[in-house]
């Protein structure tokens, strides 16, 4: 599976973004779908990931009750609907598939992964 991350952008502090992850290759409703962020001088950070199925979301400590992700595998796509955006979120933000998994968090686990997309937070 390939990935395309986009969406990314420049926003004010308390505004909101959606970043999509457009997949392309068969079956990618048999990919969860992971969202991790790195800012510069730092460790590729999660952010939050869905489930193969769907029905299964984990949300990073720093982004839980302001990031949402959800998917639409008949449109091949994640998002990640941002709010409350602070300067802290400030990062590329990269997304990642990994093969009939249940949304882990760690980074090894995802074997595909997108190009990344640049979100910037104005304070």
């Known amino acids: 599976v390939q990935l395309q991350a986009s969406g990314g952008g420049l926003v004010e502090a308390g505004g909101s973004l959606r970043l999509s992850c457009a997949a392309s290759g068969p079956r990618f409703e048999d990919y969860a779908i992971g969202w991790f962020r790195q800012a510069p001088g730092k460790e590729r950070e999660f952010v939050a990931a869905i489930s193969w199925g769907g029905g299964n979301t984990h949300y990073g400590d720093s982004v839980e009750g302001r990031f949402t992700i959800s998917r639409d595998n008949a449109k091949n796509t994640v998002y990640l609907q941002m709010n409350s955006l602070k300067p802290e979120d400030a990062a590329v933000y990269y997304c990642?598939?990994?093969?009939?998994?249940?949304?882990?968090?760690?980074?090894?686990?995802?074997?595909?992964w997108g190009q990344g997309t640049l979100v910037t937070v104005s304070s």
């Open positions: 990642a598939a990994e093969k009939y998994g249940l949304g882990a968090i760690a980074v090894s686990r995802y074997q595909y």
